[in-house]
């Protein structure tokens, strides 16, 4: 089985003289839940990206499932959550449109099939959200928002699972409440999860690997064998 | 007033673009690219004076370059040329411009400049109403064919992008349909009104509505009753058709604004 993810000597820079990561190499197995971890402006974000094929690293390889992400063939398989996500219409969609649009690359035209009605729901079920399916978004807590999205992502049975700092604008039960249902997921589909965040308190009691990046990978391994002072927020990673 | 046949034609013309503008508006608003209608029906205005210029039936030459300035505008937001706002602005005062400086040259500003800039309600012929008859039905069934993925994009156009969807196209598609919008509905409302009855409906709708496809819903029936209503009170009081159904719209959103007040308080 290829790895989830690969990144061999990996360098990005969003202007020149400036780079964001520096000879990064990385990889994940199949069926990994890693939490990815630094501080802001360190480049995590940037790994996510390239790694999903929404930028391309000025030097080194990345390789998703075997394959360069904007040729991998099963990217409608790519669950993603992005960074402050938020609903990018005024309208009042509600959790079962939102969701159903996560299914939308696997089926774009025509009806939906029985198989996709039943992976939708199981997606909304998943989440804790079935008796809210018809709700407008608008109306859910800043959780539950969350969790829609998170079902979105789910939406295509993803092979991965990626989620850009999933935890922002949500108070701590919420984060936790978020850390038991991703620890689920992974549990009950077996997917590779990726989390970024830029602090981890609140998963590394479920993430089995810990990466925190700051233009480099400056550790990688389980949580339990961080040195206490890296758990220090003012700590500076380097 | 159904005895003469240019109100007959006014209405099925009205009709179809009153359902359809509406629904391309939807997925313009969502984008917060409102006014882009407004951008691409100036240089529908340029494309008019050229038609009288060289010539060829304004309605095709308006059609051709409300797609150019559709193309352009879409190109220079996608590859990050200039921001949304920037682009329109853009083709806005080029088409603006260049609309007057060719209607000048084709010494065509008389009172049949007026009906492509205001719509006029004696203006639609029969192969008009064929012409606005296809590209309608067409337009609507392109959408009805696409509304999963462009609702998809619409929600999340970075999610979209990763999923592997065709984003680049389906934006340029909605560009397109807009473009299409108003070449075939500016001989009822006019190059300049027409981007008003893509935006009033929606953003009435939204108002009252209970998700995305009940805001689709409604905004076609807001944008019928508008284009009825207004072209019934313009027959009547003898106005322009495009100001009367752009007004007409306007008070449906005042009722749908005022409905979600009270709603809300209650």
């Given at each position: 089985?290829?790895?989830?993810?690969?990144?061999?000597?990996?360098?990005?820079?969003?202007?020149?003289?400036?780079?964001?990561?520096?000879?990064?190499?990385?990889?994940?197995?199949?069926?990994?839940?890693?939490?990815?971890?630094?501080?802001?402006?360190?480049?995590?974000?940037?790994?996510?990206?390239?790694?999903?094929?929404?930028?391309?690293?000025?030097?080194?390889?990345?390789?998703?499932?075997?394959?360069?992400?904007?040729?991998?063939?099963?990217?409608?398989?790519?669950?993603?959550?992005?960074?402050?996500?938020?609903?990018?219409?005024?309208?009042?969609?509600?959790?079962?449109?939102?969701?159903?649009?996560?299914?939308?690359?696997?089926?774009?035209?025509?009806?939906?099939?029985?198989?996709?009605?039943?992976?939708?729901?199981?997606?909304?079920?998943?989440?804790?959200?079935?008796?809210?399916?018809?709700?407008?978004?608008?109306?859910?807590?800043?959780?539950?928002?969350?969790?829609?999205?998170?079902?979105?992502?789910?939406?295509?049975?993803?092979?991965?699972?990626?989620?850009?700092?999933?935890?922002?604008?949500?108070?701590?039960?919420?984060?936790?409440?978020?850390?038991?249902?991703?620890?689920?997921?992974?549990?009950?589909?077996?997917?590779?999860?990726?989390?970024?965040?830029?602090?981890?308190?609140?998963?590394?009691?479920?993430?089995?690997?810990?990466?925190?990046?700051?233009?480099?990978?400056?550790?990688?391994?389980?949580?339990?064998?961080?040195?206490?002072?890296?758990?220090?927020?003012?700590?500076?990673?380097? | 007033?159904?005895?003469?046949?240019?109100?007959?034609?006014?209405?099925?013309?009205?009709?179809?673009?009153?359902?359809?503008?509406?629904?391309?508006?939807?997925?313009?608003?969502?984008?917060?690219?409102?006014?882009?209608?407004?951008?691409?029906?100036?240089?529908?205005?340029?494309?008019?004076?050229?038609?009288?210029?060289?010539?060829?039936?304004?309605?095709?030459?308006?059609?051709?370059?409300?797609?150019?300035?559709?193309?352009?505008?879409?190109?220079l937001r996608?590859?990050?040329k200039a921001a949304g706002d920037q682009a329109l602005a853009l083709v806005f005062?080029?088409?603006?411009?260049?609309?007057?400086?060719?209607?000048?040259?084709?010494?065509?500003?008389?009172?049949?400049?007026?009906?492509?800039?205001?719509?006029?309600?004696?203006?639609?012929?029969?192969?008009?109403?064929?012409?606005?008859?296809?590209?309608?039905?067409?337009?609507?069934?392109?959408?009805?064919?696409?509304?999963?993925?462009?609702?998809?994009?619409?929600?999340?156009?970075?999610?979209?992008?990763?999923?592997?969807?065709?984003?680049?196209?389906?934006?340029?598609?909605?560009?397109?349909?807009?473009?299409?919008?108003?070449?075939?509905?500016?001989?009822?409302?006019?190059?300049?009104?027409?981007?008003?009855?893509?935006?009033?409906?929606?953003?009435?709708?939204?108002?009252?509505?209970?998700?995305?496809?009940?805001?689709?819903?409604?905004?076609?029936?807001?944008?019928?009753?508008?284009?009825?209503?207004?072209?019934?009170?313009?027959?009547?009081?003898?106005?322009?058709?495009?100001?009367?159904?752009?007004?007409?719209?306007?008070?449906?959103?005042?009722?749908?604004?005022?409905?979600?007040?009270?709603?809300?308080?209650?």
């Amino acid at each position: 089985m290829p790895l989830a993810v690969e990144l061999d000597g990996v360098s990005f820079a969003y202007l020149p003289g400036q780079p964001v990561l520096g000879d990064v190499s990385l990889e994940i197995e199949t069926g990994e839940f890693v939490a990815i971890a630094g501080p802001n402006g360190g480049g995590k974000t940037t790994l996510l990206r390239l790694v999903l094929g929404l930028e391309r690293p000025n030097a080194g390889r990345v390789r998703l499932f075997g394959d360069a992400p904007d040729r991998f063939r099963e990217r409608p398989k790519l669950g993603y959550l992005a960074q402050r996500a938020q609903l990018g219409v005024q309208a009042p969609a509600t959790v079962l449109e939102v969701v159903t649009a996560g299914r939308a690359a696997l089926r774009p035209v025509g009806r939906l099939t029985a198989e996709d009605r039943e992976a939708i729901e199981a997606a909304i079920e998943r989440v804790g959200l079935s008796a809210l399916a018809k709700r407008p978004l608008t109306r859910l807590s800043g959780g539950q928002q969350q969790r829609a999205f998170i079902a979105k992502a789910l939406a295509p049975e993803p092979k991965l699972l990626a989620l850009d700092e999933p935890t922002a604008g949500v108070d701590v039960a919420a984060q936790e409440a978020l850390a038991e249902l991703l620890a689920r997921l992974h549990d009950e589909l077996n997917v590779t999860i990726l989390y970024v965040s830029h602090e981890f308190g609140a998963i590394e009691h479920v993430v089995e690997r810990l990466v925190l990046v700051r233009e480099r990978i400056v550790f990688d391994g389980p949580p339990s064998s961080l040195p206490g002072v890296w758990h220090d927020p003012s700590h500076v990673h380097v | 007033m159904f005895e003469f046949e240019f109100m007959r034609l006014a209405f099925a013309a009205g009709a179809i673009v009153g359902v359809l503008a509406p629904v391309v508006g939807f997925f313009l608003v969502q984008r917060q690219m409102s006014l882009i209608g407004d951008g691409i029906g100036h240089v529908a205005f340029a494309g008019v004076a050229l038609g009288y210029l060289i010539g060829i039936s304004p309605v095709w030459t308006a059609l051709v370059a409300a797609v150019a300035g559709a193309v352009v505008i879409e190109w220079l937001r996608a590859h990050r040329k200039a921001a949304g706002d920037q682009a329109l602005a853009l083709v806005f005062y080029t088409g603006i411009a260049g609309g007057v400086v060719l209607i000048s040259a084709a010494g065509a500003l008389n009172a049949n400049l007026f009906s492509y800039l205001f719509g006029s309600i004696l203006t639609v012929s029969r192969s008009d109403l064929v012409t606005i008859a296809i590209l309608g039905v067409a337009a609507l069934a392109l959408v009805a064919v696409f509304l999963r993925a462009l609702l998809a994009v619409t929600l999340d156009e970075e999610g979209a992008q990763v999923a592997g969807l065709p984003v680049p196209v389906l934006n340029g598609l909605v560009s397109m349909l807009a473009a299409l919008t108003i070449g075939i509905s500016m001989r009822i409302v006019g190059v300049l009104l027409i981007a008003a009855l893509m935006v009033l409906p929606v953003i009435a709708a939204q108002r009252v509505a209970w998700s995305l496809r009940s805001t689709i819903g409604l905004s076609m029936l807001v944008g019928l009753a508008s284009a009825l209503a207004g072209l019934t009170t313009s027959y009547y009081a003898n106005l322009p058709p495009g100001g009367t159904i752009v007004l007409v719209a306007t008070a449906l959103f005042l009722l749908a604004a005022t409905v979600e007040t009270v709603r809300s308080r209650v």
